[in-house]
């Protein structure tokens, strides 16, 4: 069997506006170029999937129940738009409270979880996201890490690895994955 590639998009500034500690389903507002850029990317192939740190769970700013309210509402958006992801994971722990753990990135607990489940090759995928949190597990694994400018990537930006490469938004991120995978 093939394993297929992917596109782990971090989910908070990346695929919709940055909130700190999203709580409420009544804020999530895509970021723009988000439906178009899941639209290209499953055209070629890829599985998304969106993976999240969501540590306000373990610092007790919100309940599990608040998290799984607000992503209800992005799948069914994307869904809504004819683009739902794959899968979606989260890791609802922080370091500070519940300990270490193998899932809040940069750790690839949650991406070996979903390459499992779904039969994919974590090292011919891609990884995306507004933090340099988001982009290291493709060092770790083989893939090709992409900063976003959007959220906290600008703040970010100068951190990057290198091999990371750094765009404006979701939609640049996308159009670099199209033309990479064409060479």
């Not at 590639?5 to 988000?34: K, M, N, Q, W």
């Not at 129940?65 to 890791?91: H, I, Q």
């Not at 490469?165 to 159009?175: F, T």
């Amino acid at each position: 069997m093939s394993l297929r590639p992917a596109v782990f998009v971090d989910r908070d500034g990346t695929i919709i506006r940055e909130r700190s500690y999203l709580a409420d389903p009544d804020g999530v507002v895509l970021v723009p170029g988000t439906v178009s850029a899941f639209t290209d990317l499953r055209v070629a192939g890829f599985a998304v999937v969106i993976v999240t740190n969501q540590s306000g769970i373990a610092l007790g700013l919100y309940a599990e129940g608040d998290y799984r309210a607000v992503a209800a509402r992005v799948v069914r958006v994307l869904e809504e738009a004819g683009v739902p992801p794959d899968s979606v994971r989260y890791c609802p722990h922080h370091p500070d409270v519940t300990g270490p753990c193998v899932c809040r990135k940069p750790a690839t607990g949650m991406h070996r979880a979903a390459a499992a489940d779904l039969g994919l090759d974590l090292a011919q995928s891609y990884y995306v996201g507004d933090k340099v949190t988001d982009v290291l597990p493709a060092l770790e694994v083989g893939g090709r890490g992409i900063l976003v400018r959007t959220g906290y990537g600008r703040e970010h930006e100068g951190a990057v690895p290198t091999g990371v490469r750094v765009v404006d938004d979701l939609r640049a991120a996308a159009a670099l994955i199209l033309a990479d995978r064409r060479c």
